[in-house]
């Protein structure tokens, strides 16, 4: 995408909205700038947290973990079961 921007008298620039909303960009997300000769490169630095609450929903960012997901309710149900029936401390 090509964007003919202009720098306010503070030195800001305005990322359009488009782009924002294309590359989940937020409010406080954080960017490296490089120069190189005349050319800048604006690189956005990925939150550390991979989930993000979006329109009120949590979304995960990130590389699939390699789990088994029947595997770990199961387990979490019988983890229930044993506190309901008085069987674990907590």
Same mark, same amino acid.
């Given at each position: ?11 800001? %620039? ?5 782009? /924002? +909303?294309?590359? /989940? ?15 800048? &490169? ?9 989930? &993000? ?5 949590? %979304?995960?960012?990130?590389?699939? !973990?390699?789990?088994?997901?029947? +595997? ?7 983890? /229930?079961?044993?506190?309901? !029936? ?5």
């Amino acid at each position: 995408m090509k964007a003919q921007i202009t720098m306010d008298s503070a030195g800001r %620039v305005l990322i359009p909205k488009s782009l /924002r +909303e294309k590359l /989940r960009l937020h409010p406080g997300d954080e960017f490296e700038l490089e120069t190189q000769g005349d050319d800048i &490169t604006l690189r956005h630095q990925k939150p550390s947290a991979p989930m &993000t609450k979006e329109h009120g929903i949590w %979304v995960f960012h990130g590389e699939p !973990a390699n789990i088994d997901i029947v +595997e770990l309710i199961r387990q979490g149900r019988e983890e /229930r079961g044993r506190h309901v !029936a008085g069987l674990t401390a907590e």
